[in-house]
């Protein structure tokens, strides 16, 4: 099959759909991968690294759109891409159809065969190519926190870990899916005293049964949030309930209980965010203060570390992209039902639930 990598033209995307190792993997299987130049720059991967994988290097993304049966990227088409996908023409990538009209009405247009990284699952219902994001806004969260945590950028001034005779730092984390347990690994790593709160009991059991000595499991309820977010000194939101809103835990009222310079980081934000005052926030300008506490909400965190990101996406990626280069889309698919959940739109026909029920227009 001849696959397409072409250069992410999103604002502030700096990952690519494939590295030079995917390439690698493809091309010993005698398939073409193109690759549009310098489509791998910001990830740290380089034409050279590509060319020795055995990848052609194409001058432009109209070239590579031409030149592909299909195409492996990371974001959602954009306006200018829409015109350059052909009916028949397989692309594996993030779409979140149901937040865009504007992208479905597109890609029904576009008769092309439009696989969605976000809903290819598991059987036990978990999903695949979100889980390195998680991990890596997880681990993360704990990262900015303790940077906003410093004086200088209006935090309270505690170092996480503390030092021998001063007490550490209190970090509550909510919800101890893959975001909150990343997060507790990388803040008691460091030393920290930490709190991890969800509704599940088997999360919780698990937090206790694999965490150190300074992670402390919780039942999450009002009280208890309320109880601690006194003398916490950071806190992360890594709440989900599947396919709703995050439901608010801290409130506004909730943020004079709080000590001055508390740095609360809602990795949830782009479920609209588990605290009441999270609006989102850009890698230019990640944070803001209301009632003296410094409010972390970056919608793309991973965006900021993209040569992590692009290896950690591009490793689950790779299984399914050798899977639909070898059979072709419908093979693959019947043979794979994980994979076959993240049919969306195939030739102008939406085939994703979610997306009918989204749009009027969709029958
Ligand atoms: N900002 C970013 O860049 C970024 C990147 C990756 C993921 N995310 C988001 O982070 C959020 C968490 O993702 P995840 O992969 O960890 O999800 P997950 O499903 O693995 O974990 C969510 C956890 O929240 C728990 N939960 C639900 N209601 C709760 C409550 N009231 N109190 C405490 N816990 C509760 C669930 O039981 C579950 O254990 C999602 O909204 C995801 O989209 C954001």
């Given at each position: 099959m001849?696959?397409?990598?072409?250069?992410?033209?999103?604002?502030n995307e700096n990952r690519v759909g494939m590295t030079p190792s995917g390439v690698f993997e493809l091309t010993k299987r005698n398939h073409t991968v193109y690759v549009q130049k310098n489509a791998g720059f910001n990830s740290g991967f380089f034409d050279e690294n590509y060319v020795s994988a055995g990848a052609t290097i194409l001058d432009t993304i109209e070239e590579v759109y031409e030149a592909a049966e299909m195409i492996v990227k990371v974001k959602e088409p954009i306006e200018p891409e829409y015109k350059l996908i052909k009916p028949n023409q397989v692309v594996f990538t993030y779409f979140h159809f149901a937040s865009s009209e504007v992208l479905t009405k597109a890609m029904i247009a576009s008769?092309?065969?439009?696989?969605?990284?976000?809903?290819?699952?598991?059987?036990?219902?978990?999903?695949?190519?979100?889980?390195?994001?998680?991990?890596?806004?997880?681990?993360?969260?704990?990262?900015?926190?303790?940077?906003y945590l410093e004086k200088p950028i209006m935090g309270r001034g505690i170092l996480l870990g503390g030092i021998p005779g001063v007490p550490?730092?209190?970090?509550?984390?909510?919800?101890?899916?893959?975001?909150?347990?990343?997060?507790?690994?990388?803040a008691s790593g460091l030393g920290a005293s930490v709190y991890i709160l969800d509704i599940n009991m088997k999360a919780l059991r698990h937090v206790s049964d694999v965490m150190p000595n300074n992670v402390v499991s919780e039942f999450s309820s009002e009280y208890n949030i309320r109880k601690h977010i006194k003398d916490a000194d950071l806190i992360i939101g890594g709440v989900l309930i599947k396919g709703a809103k995050a439901p608010k835990l801290i409130t506004k009222d909730m943020l004079k209980d709080m000590r001055p310079g508390t740095v609360m980081v809602d990795v949830a934000v782009d479920q609209g965010g588990c605290f009441e005052t999270t609006k989102p926030t850009t890698h230019q300008d990640p944070t803001y203060i209301i009632d003296e506490v410094v409010h972390y909400s970056v919608a793309n965190m991973p965006g900021a570390v993209p040569y992590t990101s692009t290896m950690g996406l591009t490793n689950v990626t790779l299984p399914y992209v050798i899977k639909l280069a070898n059979q072709g889309w419908e093979k693959a698919c019947e043979n794979d039902d994980s994979l076959a959940k993240g049919l969306n739109i195939v030739k102008g026909e939406v085939v994703y639930k979610e997306i009918v029920e989204a749009f009027d227009f969709v029958v």
């Open positions: 001849k696959i397409g990598v072409p250069i992410e033209i999103k604002n008769q092309s065969v439009c696989i969605a990284y976000e809903t290819v699952e598991d059987a036990d219902g978990s999903l695949p190519l979100l889980i390195p994001m998680s991990e890596v806004a997880g681990r993360m969260s704990i990262q900015q926190g303790a940077k550490p730092a209190k970090v509550l984390i909510l919800g101890a899916g893959v975001v909150g347990l990343q997060a507790a690994r990388m």
